[in-house]
């Protein structure tokens, strides 16, 4: 009988049994185990709208294995319904703010135990912050992966929607229609690995969630099952006394870096892998993101660096396979949430059918497994994501090659500088970017505006022929997993922060290397200049100053007044 952790505070004040009792729990309810079901289940998006259900199957496994659950929720948002206005600003800020409330639910009540659902970009990383912070035994449910749209597509047809929505007749209200009715066809993240299918695969791979739980298609019965089974689980680990510190530690992270390598994931990992080793007390340096993807094949075939939906890259064998394929370079002796290490985990995966029960949905579409998840000898290069730094970003930046095409992997252009997304957005749609320019957004980081993403104008580059491959964005702000081309982000220390980001004048001359891992300013007003030249100019125009922030209130000045840096993860 696993001992209750809330018994000496019953006896403190007769008030507490009672007011449980008076939300619906009996007499031996209040003596059993319990367990704090928390998700961000609401009508905010197609993400969250299902979690409920999640929920539910999760309250039967507790129930079974003698525990008594507790449901909450903290809502989350969507970057998507966030794209072109100031919500946007908001959206990073939200990590905070659903780990802070987690962290009060957590708290108030003496909890044995936690179970936590999330499918999408910053409740994920949310949730493991506060898992990490709350430090009881906590299993973690993804809620999987949305259906594909017609012709295998996803939600990002909306990137040449909207572009064409904007240039006069260049689209009818037929088309627009009919991608609004098919974009989003049912519940679960986005079918791309954007940030919220790659948090679901660094929860995983990090050991918080059962093994082959990330990117589940939303609408099946496996789903619902794993539901069920963290239920069940959170029950053995409260009795083990297993907690987050036992899972997430340096080597967790490490191979979770590495995953995330080889499957290409997004960006925004690199801002929440490092804030949730914060609340561990772990650091995570940038330069660990470089090092690793120097090293690790590129081996997942997956939209939209590669080809395939976040559904086939499940049927293929999904994070398992890909630990499967890389278990010579991972840390398997790691202990995760089903009491096991990650070498018994695949073992037990492998003895289960896992692979071959579900590689004929793989086959619905005249798909082979090693198309999506590719075989290490057949990688096409290494890694997925670099570190760049220079006189542009002295502490870093980070851009994701997988994503962008050759030509633009080394490239030198005049400066195009924004100070907000909007402005640079709008050249885009007006034609007024030409090939080979350098866009440059600025005062976007987190201290600049709450570091909103790019996606707007990155998918509005790579719709016009004109400039699809030809033309470089770089920003202190942030960008959608989903982004495609030359994507150069989080460039530290950020303008709002007195950066040289925020010293650039239009018509400098910007380069960057990928392959060597360097972002620097070459030239002043379009005139080659050395490096010292180059730090001298920038010397004299930092003596005006940044352009000055407008005043924030409530949780967007809190966060904006106070947020790390990108490189650190951008937390308070």
């Known amino acids: 009988m696993i001992k209750q952790k809330s018994e000496p505070q019953r006896l403190y004040w007769a008030q507490f049994d009672a007011l449980q009792m008076g939300s619906g729990w009996d007499e031996e309810d209040i003596k059993k185990p319990q367990i704090l079901l928390e998700d961000v289940f609401g009508d905010s998006h197609p993400g969250s709208t299902h979690l409920a259900q999640l929920m539910e199957q999760a309250k039967y496994g507790v129930f079974e294995k003698g525990g008594f659950p507790g449901q909450y929720h903290t809502t989350d948002i969507c970057d998507g319904c966030a794209q072109g206005h100031d919500g946007m600003n908001y959206i990073l800020a939200s990590r905070e703010a659903i780990c802070d409330m987690v962290e009060v639910h957590g708290n108030v009540y003496p909890w044995d135990g936690m179970v936590l659902s999330s499918s999408c970009d910053k409740s994920i990383p949310a949730h493991l912050k506060a898992a990490a912070r709350l430090d009881i035994p906590t299993v ?5 992966s949305m259906r594909p749209g017609p012709d295998m597509t996803t939600s990002l047809v909306a990137g040449d929607i909207s572009l064409r929505q904007k240039r006069k007749g260049a689209i009818t209200e037929q088309e627009v229609r009919d991608y609004k009715l098919t974009g989003c066809p049912s519940c679960g993240a986005c079918t791309f690995l954007g940030t919220a299918s790659t948090m679901q695969c660094m929860a995983e791979a990090l050991g918080m969630a059962l093994p082959g739980s990330a990117l589940m298609p939303a609408t099946m019965r496996d789903i619902l099952q794993n539901a069920r089974n963290a239920g069940r689980t959170i029950m053995k680990l409260v009795e083990m006394g297993i907690r987050p510190r036992d899972i997430m530690t340096k080597e967790a992270f490490e191979n979770a870096i590495i995953i995330h390598s080889a499957i290409g994931g997004s960006t925004n990992a690199t801002l929440h892998l490092p804030s949730i080793a914060r609340e561990l007390g772990l650091e995570i340096e940038p330069e660990l993101f470089d090092e690793i ?9 997956i939209m939209p660096s590669g080809q395939h939906l976040t ?11 890909v630990q499967r394929q890389l278990k010579d370079m991972l840390h398997l002796d790691v202990m995760t949430v089903t009491g096991k290490t990650l070498g018994e985990n695949l073992a037990d995966v492998e003895k289960d059918h896992f692979f071959e029960r579900n590689i004929g949905y793989l086959h619905n579409y005249g798909i082979k497994r090693e198309e999506v998840i590719l075989p290490n000898d057949k990688a096409e290069g290494m890694g997925s994501v670099a570190i760049l730094k220079g006189n542009l970003a002295p502490e870093g930046s980070v851009v994701k090659y997988s994503a962008c095409v050759e030509n633009l992997l080394v490239h030198e252009g005049p400066a195009r500088v924004f100070n907000s997304e909007e402005e640079a957005y709008e050249a885009v749609v007006e034609g007024a970017i030409n090939p080979k320019d350098v866009i440059v957004i600025r ?24 400039l699809n491959g030809t033309v470089s964005l770089i920003t202190d702000g942030r960008f959608s997993g989903a982004t495609r081309g030359a994507a150069i982000g ?18 400098d001359i910007v380069a960057y290397d990928i392959p060597n891992r360097r972002i620097d300013i070459v030239g002043i007003h379009g005139v080659k200049v050395t490096a010292k030249e180059v730090e001298e100019v920038l010397a004299e125009r930092s003596k005006q100053g940044i352009i ?8 967007f000045g809190r966060y904006t007044g106070n947020a790390l840096s990108a490189m650190q993860g951008a937390g308070y």
């Not at 950020?494 to 239009?506: Q, T, V, W």
């Not at 000055?548 to 949780?555: D, V």
């Open 140 to 144: 973690f449910i993804p809620g999987g």
């Open 293 to 301: 993807n120097h090293r690790v094949p590129h081996i997942g075939n």
């Open 311 to 321: 559904e086939c890259f499940w049927f293929a064998g999904g994070i398992p396979m």
């Open 443 to 466: 005062y976007e980081g987190p201290r600049g505006s709450g570091m909103p993403e790019m996606l707007m104008t990155t998918e509005a580059i790579v719709c016009d022929p004109r």
């Open 490 to 507: 989080h460039i530290s220390p950020e303008a709002a922060a007195g950066g040289p980001l925020a010293f650039l004048e239009e018509g």
């Open 548 to 555: 000055p922030r407008p005043p924030r209130k409530g949780l």
